[in-house]
């Protein structure tokens, strides 16, 4: 009697053992097929996007306006400083020729004074003598590329940029630039570098002082399926 007891306690623990196993391998089939159906499901519905990212500033309208100089000369006086909000006619500076006549440059555009040239200075003409950000318009972004992405980029890509918003890349430079080019215009706020300038159309209005913000941006240069980008190389959309 206690020969058999033992083996019936004994087979009674084989059971429960090989049930337990079971059961852990049913549940463990079951978890390896849940996994390979949501890889399987992200590789055919996934999207992963291929991006530039890129920094530049904000720019209202059509971006900050130079007012040149007429004609070559020195300058004689400035008549405004860096944040007045002036009209189109005011006085800006008093410019002095070479043959000693002096003209008073004046405004285009209303808008706020960004910087202007120092006083004594010599210009040429064409030379800005001061730098007028646009009074409303819309917020744009300008971006600096490299080299080595800028083929990719073309105008209505999707774009976002850090505290501005969405928006979509409106014109891309087709000549790199030199911060020597940008500097009467943006200042020290554009480093270029040999970079491309990408404009960007934002999704809302500029507000006062968004000029020259800086800003990073993330353009979406196209959109890959994980399973073609593995098996075909990529389908892009």
């Given at each position: ?10 087979g009674e ?12 391998a ?71 020729g ?32 001061a730098?007028?950000?646009?009074a409303?318009?819309?917020?744009k ?26 928006g ?70």
């Amino acid at each position: 009697m206690t020969a058999t007891a033992v083996e019936t306690s004994g087979g009674e623990r084989i059971e429960q053992l090989v049930s337990t196993v079971r059961t852990k391998a049913w549940l463990a089939a079951v978890a390896l097929v849940v996994v390979a159906g949501s890889g399987a499901g992200w590789a055919w519905l996934g999207q992963v996007r291929d991006v530039v990212l890129a920094s530049g500033v904000l720019v209202a309208g059509g971006g900050p306006a130079p007012v040149a100089a007429p004609v070559a000369g020195s300058l004689a006086e400035v008549l405004v400083s860096a944040g007045q909000e002036v009209a189109p006619g005011t006085s800006l500076a008093v410019l002095a020729g070479a043959d000693g006549t002096r003209r008073v440059v004046v405004a285009a555009s209303a808008g706020r004074v960004i910087r202007t040239a120092v006083p004594g200075a010599a210009l040429a003409a064409g030379a800005p003598v001061a730098v007028v950000d646009p009074a409303a318009g819309p917020l744009k972004a300008v971006l600096l590329v490299g080299p080595e992405r800028v083929g990719a980029l073309t105008a209505g890509q999707p774009v976002t940029v850090t505290g501005a918003g969405p928006g979509r890349v409106s014109a891309v430079g087709p000549y790199p630039v030199s911060t020597d080019q940008l500097r009467p215009v943006y200042g020290d706020a554009l480093t270029a570098d040999g970079r491309y300038l990408v404009t960007v159309d934002l999704d809302r209005p500029a507000w006062p002082g968004a000029t020259l913000t800086p800003v990073a941006g993330e353009i979406t240069v196209a959109t890959v399926r994980p399973v073609d980008a593995l098996f075909h190389g990529g389908s892009r959309g």
